[in-house]
């Protein structure tokens, strides 16, 4: 479990440049194939993390940080990872001072949730509704991503063995949501990751993420338009639907930048926190 985290990337490591927006689709609950399950619900009504629905993300158990050149150590704090106010929250921070973090010197500490162990699932609806920090300078990164249960299932290993971040963010362009698959491709799809910036936001408020997760596509939705699709088709030796034929668990993350979207400081306002009010997933029955 811990070797597998040494490969999570996300899309904190993937070079982003923007190309012109086309107009967003509208998007109706009937349009998603057949009849539905609920398999995964939590509304955060408590006062504490369902352990058994949830594993806070630690640096120390998986050696995973992100960021660069500023990194952030994932910690088992209440000042990164509570509930409260009926809200998940996840915050990234400055300590204020350097320490060690598996070896890694910084003084920048995460939070970051996921479901190993705890619920995987193999196509559905999965939907998250959440706010993100309201900042427009560069530093910041989320994402809601799905990483598969066992990565060498079809003999390949990330990217050929498939992410799907359903909705991640960079504050360097804040009104946007940016999809983002992982796969190898046999040929060039313009539905394939970020070459169209279709998926606006609302940076002040709550916005409502679904992936559609079917054999033969998967679609992105953000407040009700389809924003993004992907048809995909696998390179050799893997065959559609693999690599996204396993299940994969879900994954919730608030982060630094790096690159053009590296935190700043002086510039980029610490701590911030991205509110989950609810998380949700179907599966097609």
């Avoid at 959440?130 to 990565?151: D, K």
């Avoid at 079809?154 to 804040?174: H, L, T």
């Amino acid at each position: 479990k811990n070797s597998l985290f040494l490969y999570l990337t996300f899309c904190i490591y993937c070079t982003i440049s923007i190309a012109s927006p086309v107009p967003p689709q509208p998007y109706h609950r009937e349009r998603i194939p057949g009849n539905f399950s609920l398999t995964l619900q939590d509304e955060f009504d408590g006062t504490s993390l369902d352990a058994n629905k949830w594993v806070v993300m630690t640096t120390a158990g998986s050696g995973f940080m992100t960021g660069s050149p500023y990194s952030a150590c994932y910690v088992n704090s209440a000042n990164n990872v509570k509930v409260a106010g009926g809200k998940l929250q996840l915050t990234v921070r400055d300590e204020g001072a350097n320490f060690s973090c598996s070896g890694v010197t910084t003084r920048f500490t995460g939070g970051e949730v996921h479901t190993l162990g705890k619920f995987s699932q193999t196509y559905g609806v999965f939907e998250v509704n959440a706010s993100i920090p309201n900042v427009r300078t560069p530093g910041l990164q989320e994402a809601f991503w799905l990483w598969p249960v066992n990565q060498t299932q079809d003999g390949v290993i990330w990217p050929a063995a498939g992410e799907i971040d359903f909705a991640e963010f960079y504050s360097q362009y804040p009104d946007i949501v940016v999809p983002y698959l992982h796969y190898n491709l046999s040929s060039l799809n313009q539905n394939l990751t970020n070459y169209y910036y279709n998926c606006t936001i609302n940076l002040s408020g709550y916005n409502v993420y679904q992936l559609v997760w079917t054999p033969n596509r998967l679609t992105i939705n953000v407040n009700g338009y389809t924003c993004f699709y992907d048809d995909w088709n696998p390179s050799p030796p893997l065959q559609k639907p693999q690599p996204f034929s396993k299940p994969f668990f879900l994954v919730l993350t608030q982060a630094l930048g790096l690159g053009a979207n590296a935190y700043q400081p002086g510039n980029t306002s610490l701590p911030a926190t991205t509110k989950v009010d609810y998380v949700r997933t179907w599966q097609f029955v």
